[in-house]
């Protein structure tokens, strides 16, 4: 049996950053991963909807407004085909990356399937006959096992939602035709970004969303802004809608038909594919962790402020936790973990994750993004607060490329100047939200935000002239 100080279970971004750091600190290490390193992040996630969606805006900003801009694209068009070979290019060359890092640092990659056999021990059992386990099953014992299994797409018990044309994210990415219409079942950020992919490609996109609004959980603001984009563009959106079947189309209704209720009346949405996107459940069940005795809650495996177990030297870290199921935030717990392996004795003095600073973002077009508590959440807080608001179409760069749709959102202690939110709508926003969270991170007040000389002309811009309004001090506002 092959001995190892720590094993990690998924090779996902949080399962390879924490081997990294594993191995930087001097550790032994073993990373099992039973599909391709980065996970669904990087193969089935972040970056193939990210590189679809880049083409799509190009493609939209092309057709719709090169003219404007003194473009002369005539004819322009898309293949789709090509542009789903183009992500699974960027795809394949980012995973090369992680491969060479991997190695590198000279981890032993095991490809195959792992669960506990006891509180130390791993078996694992290879997926296919290349692997390097030749289809056989090998057990391996560590000192210490961290847990990033990682999450995978749900789905809600209504008759027809195993039908084939209903699709969840990882189906929509394999496509390599877009297709006419979609039922998007979901308004939340999987289910947004691929009505922004759809909609810019010209498709007919209709959302039903079970809450009262879209992007639930951000800013009023901000779920108000993108409804009113996404429907002048000709989204469709049905809220506190309740999907109540979905059935295979037939005779000149091709494709799929999902029946809803939305106001107490049943209403019917068409579309050749349905997409379902309505959250993700944690990858657990395969693991045997009561071999081990780890304790979960409804698959999300417990972890403490430094992602321990239950069980002395099992750590759980990523989506499987159910904390923030984001990629970057799977990243800094993966740290966290290795940190707290590495201390060994002396883990009380590892550091703890800090969940209050975490930047969220939605590709959409334009781009959002948000850190810190929303304005309900500061007024439920009982907290006393300022807003300084800026819109994109008082700023030279967003005018420039054409974007003008938006604003920057500060919310401020109105005591202290204590930055306490930032929610942005606006071009290059997942870029722009940095600088706040540095802030925040920082303990910046806003007046130093506001008296950081920005460059001209940025979209940063806007952050110090929000920032600048908080005070009503704004110059290019009247
Ligand atoms: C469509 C979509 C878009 C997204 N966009 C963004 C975004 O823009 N930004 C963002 O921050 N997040 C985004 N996310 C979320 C992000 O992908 C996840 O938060 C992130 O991948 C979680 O990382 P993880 O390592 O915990 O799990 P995963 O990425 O799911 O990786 C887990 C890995 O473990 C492997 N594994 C599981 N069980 C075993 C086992 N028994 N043995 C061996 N290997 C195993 C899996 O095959 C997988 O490779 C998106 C997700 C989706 C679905």
Redo the contacts with the bound molecule.
């Keep these: 049996m092959e001995q190892f100080d720590t094993a990690l279970?998924?090779?996902?971004?949080?399962?390879y950053i924490a081997a990294i750091r594993c191995a930087q600190l001097g550790k032994k290490t073993a990373l099992?991963?039973?599909?391709?390193?980065?996970?669904?992040?990087?193969?089935?996630?972040?970056i193939?909807?990210?590189a679809l969606l880049h083409t799509a805006e190009l493609y939209s900003e092309i057709k719709n407004h090169g003219k404007d801009m003194g473009l002369l694209a005539e004819g322009i068009g898309f293949d789709y085909a090509a542009l789903a070979a183009r992500k699974d290019a960027v795809i394949s060359r980012l995973r090369r990356g992680i491969e060479a890092l991997v190695k590198g640092r000279k981890i032993t990659l095991i490809r195959?399937?792992?669960?506990f056999s006891g509180p130390r021990t791993l078996r694992?059992s290879g997926t296919e006959p290349e692997t390097a386990l030749n289809g056989g099953e090998i057990t391996i014992e560590a000192a210490n096992i961290i847990i990033?299994?990682?999450?995978?797409?749900a789905s809600i018990p209504v008759p027809g939602a195993d039908l084939p044309v209903v699709l969840n994210?990882?189906a929509v990415?394999s496509l390599t035709r877009a297709p006419e219409s979609a039922v998007i079942i979901g308004g939340g950020?999987?289910g947004i970004?691929?009505a922004t992919l759809l909609n810019s490609l010209g498709k007919k996109v209709t959302i039903i969303e079970m809450l009262p609004q879209i992007l639930n959980g951000m800013d009023q603001s901000i779920c108000e802004g993108m409804t009113k984009i996404l429907t002048r563009r000709g989204v469709e959106i049905h809220t506190a809608a309740k999907l109540l079947e979905i059935a295979q189309g037939s005779g000149t209704k091709t494709g799929a038909i999902c029946a809803y209720e939305e106001g107490g009346a049943k209403k019917e949405a068409s579309g050749e594919i349905v997409i379902m996107a309505v959250g993700?459940r944690p990858?657990s069940k395969?693991?045997n962790l009561a071999a081990a005795g780890i304790a979960e809650n409804r698959g999300f495996i417990t972890v403490d402020e430094r992602l321990a177990t239950n069980v002395p030297g099992i750590y759980a870290?990523?989506?499987?936790t159910g904390k923030v199921?984001?990629?970057?935030?799977?990243s800094a717990q993966g740290l966290v973990a290795a940190a707290a392996i590495a201390a060994g004795a002396d883990v009380h003095k590892a550091p703890k994750m800090d969940y209050g600073i975490i930047p969220a973002?939605v590709?959409t077009s334009p781009e959002i993004a948000a850190v810190g508590k929303t304005e309900t959440q500061v007024k439920e807080a009982g907290l006393p607060y300022k807003t300084g608001i800026f819109p994109a179409a008082g700023n030279g760069r967003s005018l420039i490329m054409n974007s003008t749709e938006g604003f920057v959102k500060i919310i401020t202690h109105a005591e202290t100047g204590e930055i306490l939110g930032a929610h942005i709508m606006a071009s290059r926003a997942t870029d722009l939200i940095g600088e706040i969270a540095l802030a925040m991170k920082a303990e910046a007040t806003v007046e130093e935000l506001a008296d950081t000389i920005h460059a001209h002309p940025t979209v940063n811009e806007m952050i110090m002239e929000a920032a600048h309004d908080v005070e009503g001090l704004c110059c290019h506002k009247v």
């Design positions: 279970i998924g090779g996902g971004p949080v399962g099992i991963e039973n599909r391709d390193l980065g996970g669904t992040c990087l193969n089935r996630g972040c193939p909807t990210k195959g399937s792992a669960a694992v990033a299994s990682g999450s995978e797409p994210s990882d990415l950020v999987i970004e691929f993700r990858v395969t693991l870290i990523g989506d499987v199921q984001l990629a970057h935030v799977a973002c590709y």
